[in-house]
């Protein structure tokens, strides 16, 4: 939070940065700080996935169970017309219908050039 401390020190977050460069105890508590940052938005994150969270159990699925098969994958199929289809798999439906308003979008100004 190098904002936070330049403004209390009241210097520019840039002369922080520039200190830490020249003084590995500065730049040690930066990582020390960012680190126990970390530590703590894992520890909400791990709550929200025992809570059956979703968002939080897609996201680690994604993520860390990616070498399990849990990801997202398009499949281009660029035809010989030059035209390109765009298949998504494994995405939830409300993400699915948000892509497939926004290829009708596109696709309908392309039929209507200069509108």
Not at 22 to 49: N, P, W
Not at 70 to 98: C, F, W
Request: proline share 3%; charged share 30%; aromatic share 6%.
């Amino acid at each position: 939070m190098v904002y936070v401390a330049a403004e209390r020190l009241g210097c520019a977050p840039v002369t922080i940065y520039k200190r830490a460069k020249i003084s590995k105890a500065v730049q040690d508590e930066i990582d020390k700080q960012r680190g126990k940052m970390v530590d703590i938005a894992e520890l909400k994150f791990y709550q929200a996935i025992q809570n059956g969270e979703p968002w939080a159990i897609a996201m680690m699925l994604k993520t860390v169970g990616k070498g399990r098969g849990y990801v997202e994958k398009q499949i281009i199929d660029n035809q010989v017309s030059g035209e390109m289809t765009v298949y998504h798999a494994n995405l939830d439906p409300d993400a699915r219908a948000a892509i497939e308003e926004a290829e009708r979008i596109i696709a309908d100004r392309a039929a209507s050039p200069g509108v």
